[in-house]
């Protein structure tokens, strides 16, 4: 089995006992309980194969220190890969960062250190600073709304 690039894709050429090559494209991979796998899809179709298709292998090192994949066997795994698969090939997967609240909370806490420091000179800075803790917790919570709503329809 060998690995190379074709049009940004990775293809994984699969090698018969009786020579035969045969290539996979490497959707994705993932570790499911401890154990590596792979999604694939043939680049001939195989018959009876769609293009929405994809099979899943079990991917482990060999002694000689290269991938050796296993045609992954328990569905429960198979089905687990391949939603993951969807999931993410579908923009479903999580999309904000770890760190998404960073984005109101260094805003939010500049503003508040401005509100504090202007509080002794101006009152219309104040105002100011105050309107706009108000849009940063206007949009944070809408946010945050729609985060866990998007939870709730996933469980």
């Known amino acids: 089995m060998a690995g190379r690039q074709q049009n940004e894709q990775e293809i994984v050429t699969f090698v018969g006992q009786d020579g035969t ?15 590596n796998y792979a999604v694939m899809r043939p680049v001939e179709l195989l018959e009876g ?5 994809v099979l899943v292998f079990r991917v482990t090192v060999d002694a000689d220190g290269d991938d050796s ?23 479903g997967g999580s ?32 105002f100011g600073t105050l ?13 945050i709304k729609a985060w866990l709503a998007d939870k709730k329809g996933k469980k």
Not at 98 to 122: D, E
Not at 134 to 142: L, N, S, V
């Open 95 to 126: 999309q904000k960062p770890k760190y998404w609240y960073l984005k109101y909370m260094i805003p939010a806490i500049a503003s508040i250190v401005c509100m504090f420091l202007a509080a002794w000179t101006s009152p219309f800075f104040l």
């Open 131 to 143: 309107a706009g803790l108000g849009f940063i917790g206007y949009f944070a919570y809408k946010d």
């Open 49 to 53: 194969m769609t293009e929405n298709d």
């Open 21 to 35: 090559a045969f290539d996979m494209i490497l959707l994705a991979s993932y570790t499911i309980r401890g154990k």
């Open 69 to 91: 994949y296993h045609l992954e066997e328990d569905d429960r795994i198979s089905d687990e890969a391949v939603a993951r698969y969807n999931r993410d090939r579908s923009g």
